[in-house]
Nanobody
Framework: QVQLVESGGGLVQAGGSLRLSCAAS????????MGWFRQAPGKERDFVAA????????GYADSVKGRFTISRDNAKNTVYLQMNSLKPEDTGVYHC?????????????????WGQGTQVTVSS
């Protein structure tokens, strides 16, 4: 079965950096676009970043542009999210997701598979 396993979350001070990873198995990884979403306590799940199957196209939420970078390594079946200049409002559970479509998608209902998430906490 398809599994997406996130790692790399933790507690960091404002201004710090974290690198999240999402390892995929059970699917043809290089046929899937990948995305990162986050959910803060008591809030809806929000789009963060997405990358096409080839890595040639990316998309970002306005709130993270210039601070976060999404990338992928198809040889390792892994997608990454490099997060720099972190702010307290970046706190939440970060989930990766896989989408069988051909374009970068920003809405969660369009994704086919989801990971359990990794907690990111940014202290002020």
């Amino acid at each position: 079965q398809v599994q997406l396993v996130e790692s790399g979350g933790g507690l960091v001070q404002a201004g710090g950096s974290l690198r999240l990873s999402c390892a995929a198995s059970g699917l043809s990884f290089n046929n899937y676009g990948m995305g990162w979403f986050r959910q803060a306590p008591g809030k809806e799940r929000d789009f963060v970043a997405a990358i096409s199957w080839s890595g040639g196209s990316t998309g970002y939420a306005d709130s993270v542009k210039g601070r976060f970078t999404i990338s992928r390594d198809n040889a390792k079946n892994t997608v990454y999210l490099q997060m720099n200049s972190l702010k307290p409002e970046d706190t939440g559970v970060y989930h990766c997701a896989a989408d069988s479509g051909l374009v970068v998608r920003t809405t969660d209902w369009e994704y086919d598979y989801w990971g359990q998430g990794t907690q990111v906490t940014v202290s002020s």
